[in-house]
């Protein structure tokens, strides 16, 4: 096989920039770090949330609970407050994914797939440096993370002091965002909110309590 001619090669750099830059045309390539974000990854022992899920006009409330394992994997449960049980779901180590329960209502495989993605980026799943990359305008940094499907990003001031929110991106546009409060990775977060872009679809999360070991 014969070598790629070498004068093709500004061009082929110029073709990448265009697909890294589609998503947001008014942000340029530039040079980042990926362990800039290491620093807001929330940490959960074991969190109590008052939940709210409005989907396509449907309401769900009740209690998340998140807890991180003695394996590092984290367990959500998520009930009514009456006890229903609506799904319970394990993060596991090597970036796996497992539903130990479900409510047949939302035992869907786009379902789950959407929720499962939706909580990677909460977590900072899938955040290998390997696949990063950075985009900046005058405002703020996209640190990406280019993923099977689209990319994951995490947005902070230029400084990278302030995680300001984070998306969830196709090739062409994002397609979901989240915030957390306070977003300094000082433990768990005491608010989240997602909010999908192309359909009705939002998920709140407000502490109510830590639990504390025995």
């Known amino acids: 096989m014969s070598r790629f001619p070498r004068r093709f090669l ?7 920039l265009g697909f890294s830059c589609g998503t947001y045309p008014h942000a340029l390539a530039t040079t980042g770090n990926p362990d800039c974000v290491k620093k807001f990854k929330p940490v959960f022992g074991e969190i109590m949330y008052r939940t709210s899920v409005d989907v396509v006009g449907k309401h769900l409330s009740g209690l998340l609970l998140v807890k991180t394992m003695p394996d590092s994997s984290i367990r959500m449960v998520f009930t009514s407050e009456l006890g229903f049980g609506f799904f319970d779901f394990g993060f596991l180590p090597g970036d796996q994914f497992k539903v130990f329960q479900v409510t047949p209502q939302m035992n ?6 959407t929720l499962r993605k939706d909580f990677d980026l909460i977590l900072f799943r899938h955040a290998d440096p390997a696949n990063y990359f950075s985009l900046r305008d005058s405002q703020v940094v996209y640190n990406g993370f280019r993923q099977s499907s689209g990319s994951n990003y995490y947005i902070t001031d230029t400084a990278c002091r302030q995680l300001i929110k984070m998306q969830r991106a196709s090739s062409h546009k ?23 872009l192309n359909f009705d679809f939002t998920i709140s999360l407000k502490k109510i309590s830590t639990i504390a070991n025995p």
């Open 10 to 16: 500004p061009f082929l750099s110029l073709v990448l």
């Open 108 to 113: 869907r495989k786009a379902i789950l797939k």
């Open 174 to 196: 994002p397609v979901m965002e989240a915030w957390m409060q306070p977003a300094d990775g000082r433990g768990a977060p005491d608010s989240i909110f997602i909010r999908h």
